[in-house]
């Protein structure tokens, strides 16, 4: 499952498009007959070629913008390319202001056009063949051994990378008598150990996953064995699987694996640039936040004699903060189609811009939880405390919002805590942006429906099974 490779192809692809862009460009603009004033102007671009190159080189190896980072999706690659492709129009506006020798403007903008079409439709090309080949059986067949919740996450970060061509064809676990092993996935059977090995060979299974809470019985490690002498390669999520929150190294000592954890620390280059981009972009949003606010603050002030909300949150080290929110229910109750429309856009978290000025709060984030939830914590979901609590983060982006659970979202905000940077922020923004640009687009939901997900399923979007920490809402 090692997604290098693709990576790499992805990364010539790239280049090879910055050639052809620039002859693109040139044929565009001048033809196929070039006068010797147009001989010229064109030879003005090779530098600016060279550059796009070296940048989208160095944007690739830091920022993963290959568009299959964290699962394929639409906002995540729109992010990434609008991030990298500011980032070289940046470079090449202070190139230009440095050359003395005329360019073509037209063969510049038609240059800059092409790159980001292409950029595009590399990846989408990418995506169409991967699919292609995933639809023609073309695969790497997974077996899962555990049926808890890391199992089903395994699972369902399998089906999220596409770039993987990894199928899971099913989850295999102990049934209570520990002799039986069950396999629940697409149709339930029930197997004898000494069976497992013709169904290995049914599946045409290529992998095994050992995603088991406990350590493996002396007849796990037995199956396992034997399956690896059967040509399946195996692969295991450490029990102490929480403990991702660290950055592990592993070491060899004498045959020995011993795996170091090493504490992850923020810079302070990096803090200094986050509280700048957090005053700069929340000042630059107060002005039309305040615009949108005060007509709606006039309505619920008129019928409930309150316009805002102060809720007590956690904020970083958990020192608590006073959280402030439109005066919404949520759910809002049936008939209230204003209040459902406010929670369904997140407009009533706009107030916490002035959270983020005053520095409680930052824009990208894990979202605040309060001190009822805080106290039912584990040691590892108290690592989000870490950093300062955000308007939005990583979660929000993938979908999660008040009827998913504390540990659901605490695994994607640690994802951002163990390598948080300011591009990755940035990227987080433009997804946001996405995300509820699309929720224009989506039904607001009433409050039975929302009242039934929250109580009886996960959203279908997250594949990830329910948990104990479900049955009491979060900030959003």
Same mark, same amino acid.
């Given at each position: 499952?090692?997604?290098?490779?693709?990576?790499?192809?992805?990364?010539?692809?790239?280049? &090879?498009?910055?050639?052809?862009?620039?002859?693109?460009?040139?044929?565009? !603009?001048?033809?196929?007959?070039?006068?010797?004033?147009?001989?010229?102007?064109?030879?003005?671009?090779?530098?600016?070629?060279?550059?796009?190159?070296?940048?989208?080189?160095? $944007?690739?190896?830091?920022?993963? %913008?290959?568009?299959? !980072? *964290?699962?394929?999706? $639409?906002?995540? %690659?729109?992010?990434?390319?609008?991030?990298?492709?500011?980032?070289?129009?940046?470079?090449?506006?202070?190139?230009?202001?440095?050359?003395?020798?005329?360019?073509?403007?037209?063969?510049?903008?038609?240059?800059?056009?092409? $790159?980001?079409?292409?950029?595009? #439709?590399?990846?989408?090309?990418?995506?169409?063949?991967?699919?292609?080949?995933?639809?023609?059986?073309?695969?790497?067949?997974?077996?899962?051994? *555990?049926?808890?919740? +890391? =199992?089903?996450?395994?699972? &369902?970060?399998?089906?999220?990378?596409?770039?993987?061509?990894?199928?899971? +064809?099913?989850?295999?676990?102990?049934?209570?008598?520990?002799?039986?092993?069950?396999?629940?996935?697409?149709?339930?059977?029930?197997?004898?150990?000494?069976?497992?090995?013709?169904?290995?060979?049914?599946?045409?299974?290529?992998?095994?996953?050992?995603?088991?809470?406990?350590?493996?019985?002396?007849?796990?490690?037995?199956?396992? &064995?034997?399956?690896?002498?059967?040509?399946? %390669?195996?692969?295991? %999520?450490?029990? &102490?699987?929480?403990?991702?929150?660290?950055?592990?190294?592993?070491?060899?000592?004498? #045959?020995?694996?011993?795996?170091?954890?090493?504490?992850?620390?923020?810079?302070?280059?990096?803090?200094? @640039?986050?509280?700048?981009?957090?005053?700069?972009? =929340?000042?630059?949003?107060?002005?039309?936040?305040?615009?949108?606010? @005060?007509? /709606?603050?006039?309505?619920?002030?008129?019928?409930?004699?309150?316009?805002?909300? !102060?809720?007590?949150?956690?904020?970083?080290?958990?020192?608590?903060?006073?959280?402030?929110?439109?005066?919404?229910?949520?759910? =809002?109750?049936?008939?209230?189609?204003?209040?459902?429309?406010?929670?369904?856009?997140? /407009?009533?978290?706009?107030?916490?811009?002035?959270?983020? /000025?005053?520095?409680?709060?930052?824009?990208?984030?894990?979202?605040?939880?309060?001190?009822?939830? /805080?106290?039912?914590?584990?040691?590892?979901?108290?690592?989000?405390?870490?950093?300062?609590?955000?308007?939005?983060?990583?979660?929000? +982006?993938?979908?999660?919002?008040?009827?998913?659970?504390?540990?659901?979202?605490?695994?994607?905000?640690?994802?951002?805590?163990?390598?948080?940077?300011?591009?990755?922020?940035?990227?987080?923004?433009?997804?946001?942006?996405?995300?509820?640009?699309?929720?224009?687009?989506?039904?607001?939901?009433?409050?039975?429906?929302?009242?039934?997900?929250?109580?009886?399923?996960?959203?279908?979007?997250?594949?990830?099974?329910?948990?104990?920490?479900?049955?009491?809402?979060?900030?959003?």
């Amino acid at each position: 499952m090692n997604t290098r490779r693709l990576e790499i192809w992805i990364w010539l692809a790239d280049l &090879a498009w910055i050639s052809l862009a620039f002859f693109g460009a040139d044929l565009l !603009r001048f033809g196929t007959t070039w006068a010797p004033d147009e001989r010229i102007s064109i030879h003005a671009l090779v530098p600016f070629a060279i550059a796009t190159g070296l940048t989208w080189s160095a $944007l690739s190896l830091f920022m993963q %913008v290959d568009g299959f !980072r *964290g699962g394929w999706r $639409l906002s995540a %690659v729109f992010s990434q390319l609008l991030l990298a492709m500011s980032c070289t129009l940046a470079v090449l506006a202070i190139l230009g202001c440095f050359t003395r020798t005329p360019i073509s403007r037209l063969a510049l903008t038609y240059f800059i056009l092409l $790159l980001g079409a292409g950029f595009a #439709g590399v990846r989408f090309g990418a995506r169409f063949v991967l699919r292609m080949w995933h639809d023609g059986g073309a695969v790497w067949r997974v077996l899962v051994i *555990g049926g808890g919740r +890391v =199992a089903q996450e395994v699972a &369902a970060k399998i089906n999220q990378h596409p770039e993987t061509l990894c199928k899971v +064809v099913g989850l295999l676990f102990p049934s209570p008598d520990a002799q039986d092993c069950c396999l629940p996935q697409q149709q339930s059977a029930q197997f004898s150990t000494l069976k497992i090995f013709d169904l290995l060979r049914e599946l045409r299974v290529n992998e095994l996953i050992v995603a088991l809470p406990y350590t493996p019985t002396f007849e796990m490690r037995t199956m396992i &064995a034997r399956a690896r002498d059967m040509g399946i %390669v195996t692969s295991m %999520v450490p029990q &102490a699987y929480e403990l991702y929150a660290y950055r592990p190294k592993l070491f060899s000592l004498d #045959g020995l694996p011993l795996l170091q954890l090493r504490e992850l620390g923020l810079s302070r280059r990096y803090l200094i @640039l986050k509280r700048a981009l957090d005053v700069a972009v =929340a000042t630059l949003l107060a002005i039309p936040a305040s615009i949108v606010i @005060l007509p /709606i603050a006039t309505i619920l002030l008129i019928k409930k004699r309150s316009a805002f909300r !102060r809720e007590t949150r956690i904020g970083q080290y958990g020192r608590a903060f006073p959280m402030w929110r439109l005066n919404v229910r949520r759910p =809002a109750p049936a008939g209230w189609y204003l209040e459902s429309m406010l929670d369904h856009l997140s /407009i009533t978290e706009l107030p916490q811009l002035l959270n983020v /000025i005053t520095g409680q709060m930052s824009l990208i984030g894990p979202r605040p939880e309060p001190p009822a939830r /805080i106290a039912t914590y584990s040691d590892w979901q108290q690592r989000r405390l870490r950093v300062k609590p955000g308007m939005t983060g990583l979660a929000q +982006v993938q979908g999660l919002r008040e009827y998913s659970s504390s540990e659901q979202k605490t695994r994607f905000d640690l994802q951002y805590v163990m390598d948080p940077h300011l591009l990755w922020d940035i990227s987080l923004l433009l997804q946001t942006i996405w995300t509820l640009v699309m929720r224009l687009f989506s039904r607001v939901p009433n409050r039975q429906v929302f009242e039934m997900d929250w109580k009886t399923q996960e959203p279908a979007s997250q594949g990830l099974i329910t948990n104990a920490h479900r049955t009491q809402p979060s900030a959003d």
